[in-house]
């Protein structure tokens, strides 16, 4: 890459006051290492989208598909696989991915009945997909209008404080409550958007001083409100909850309604109007939920053409490309000897460590959790502020084990010093709070246990598929042509 510093302002930097030679000197070094350090952000910088950077058999990698590969490999929209380190160099990547393919399509994988299957239920939700976001995703409108009226009417503009008791049954939650008994609470002030959907909405709508009916959190356990307090939460606090809260609700009566519309128009319409493939529903069953409205959208899709354009079917290919890495990747199986051997070759890759487990709740509100550990010290049980309060918990109920090899780390380099039962956080990472209680700790590693069976493996799996790329690179060949600047 060429530049004439004497051409103005490509080349220099004319708002800058010219003392000496040598400052002219400086200005053109720091320029120089910052258009270094700013082309390999851009993968064809000084290169045209057409080049050809590199030949995997007779298939070329361009330019502008390794841009492509490298902005989908950073949002993980498309597969990579083990065979190449996540942090190695795309290009590596690309080709890495290129001979897995070439070889899956050599030996006649693409036309596996397995692989046709997968194939075909992954192309199905894709068109399902595409024809949802055009018919419904596109066509919702909140307002401004809309969102105070749900802030208001929701009870959005409430933040309470409030006591609670769990308790066994029903009857005893709210009877600890109303004798002021067995209670316990959180210092601040919480929003409707904080709580559980399960219970936000009566929670928020009860007048201060009243009791709540009690709702089942966990196996055979229940919890009561009462509601000492509230102060006004003003909009700018909740709108996005209100908003993003709107759009699902919107969404789903959308998805129902077309899903009658399609069933009703193939039970009474021509067969020109209906879409091929449908069979006969009966639209008072057809909901979001019903098994067979996802017949009804592909076959709609279908019929509207959507899997013909451009966008999608860019899509496809790529969906096609990446069920076949996945279905040819799955072939390298590492044996129970061979995983063996790995844990043998590599003891420095399994050293003893203290796997530790904790109960986590994890909120999107710093303060929120702050409230939450102080409400933990003071005798509150982690399992049953899980359930009311955390985020994403999924089927642990809030139980994690961590190790060294769990993500994000911190959380782990937060607990190794601390004993079991002390509180840990709030602990931040993406835009998450984590507070958490050490409920017991272990010594793993370091010999062959079930944790090390499955490490090794997986790394024995990896290593399996370095080699075997390396040996499709003498197959294939493999030419570079010309490097990334």
């Known amino acids: 890459m060429q530049f004439n510093w004497a051409m103005g302002p490509i080349g220099c930097v004319p708002f800058i006051h010219r003392t000496s030679r040598s400052a002219d000197l400086i200005v053109m070094i720091k320029l120089t290492r910052l258009i270094a350090f700013l082309c390999p952000l851009f993968f064809s910088c000084g290169q045209p989208e057409t080049e050809v950077l590199a ?32 942090t190695s160099d795309p290009l590596q990547q690309f080709i890495a991915r290129r ?61 309470l404080k409030f006591i609670y008791s769990t308790r066994a049954t029903k009857a005893a939650a709210v009877e600890d409550l109303a004798a002021e008994k067995s209670i316990l609470s959180l210092p601040g002030y919480v929003l409707k958007g904080q709580v559980n959907e399960q219970v936000a909405d009566e929670l928020f709508a009860l007048p201060v001083g009243s009791i709540s009916p009690a709702f089942p959190v966990a196996d055979t356990v229940f ?44 039970a009474t319409g021509t067969a020109k109007d209906n879409p091929s493939g449908l069979r006969k529903f009966d639209s008072s069953s057809v909901g979001p939920d019903s098994a067979g409205i996802a017949d009804l959208y592909f076959a709609a899709g279908l019929q509207s053409g959507i899997d013909e354009e451009p966008e999608l079917q860019a899509k496809l290919r790529t969906i096609a490309e990446d069920v076949l890495l996945s279905y040819y990747l799955e072939q390298i199986d590492v044996s129970p000897a061979e995983a063996r051997s790995y844990f043998a070759r590599h003891p420095d890759q399994f050293p003893a460590y203290e796997a530790i487990t904790i109960t986590e709740i994890v909120v ?122």
Do not use: C
């Open 364 to 485: 999107h509100n710093r303060k929120l959790a702050q409230d939450l550990r102080l409400a933990i010290t003071r005798g509150a049980d982690p399992a049953l502020l899980v359930p009311i309060f955390s985020q994403d918990v999924g089927a642990s109920g809030g139980r994690v084990k961590l190790s060294p090899y769990t993500t994000p780390s911190m959380r782990y380099e937060r607990a190794k010093g601390m004993e079991i039962n002390a509180i840990g956080g709030p602990v931040e990472w993406a835009g998450k709070f984590s507070v958490f209680v050490v409920v017991d700790k272990a010594r793993e590693g370091g010999q062959w246990d079930r944790a090390s069976q499955r490490r090794a493996e997986r790394l024995a799996r990896e290593e399996k598929e370095r080699r075997h790329v390396d040996a499709l690179r003498q197959k294939f060949s493999v030419r570079i042509l010309a490097e990334r600047p």
């Open 223 to 266: 919890v009561a409100f009462k509601v000492l307090d509230e102060k006004r939460v003003p909009l700018i606090a909740v709108r996005q909850l209100i908003e993003r809260r709107l759009r699902s609700r919107i969404r789903t009566k959308m998805e129902w309604a077309l899903g009658i519309s399609l069933s009703d128009k193939h």
């Open 55 to 86: 030949l995997v058999g007779d298939e070329k990698i361009t330019a502008a598909e390794l841009r492509n590969f490298a902005e989908r490999r950073e949002k993980r929209t498309i597969r990579v696989g083990t065979a190449i380190s996540d």
């Open 99 to 159: 001979l897995l393919l070439l070889e899956a399509r050599s030996v006649g994988m693409d036309t596996d009945s397995v692989f046709v299957h997968r194939l075909e239920r992954q192309r199905r939700d894709a068109v399902i997909e595409s024809y949802l976001e055009r018919q419904v995703d596109a066509k919702i409108v909140v307002t401004a209008e809309d969102i105070l009226q749900e802030y208001h009417d929701a009870n959005w503009n409430r933040g």
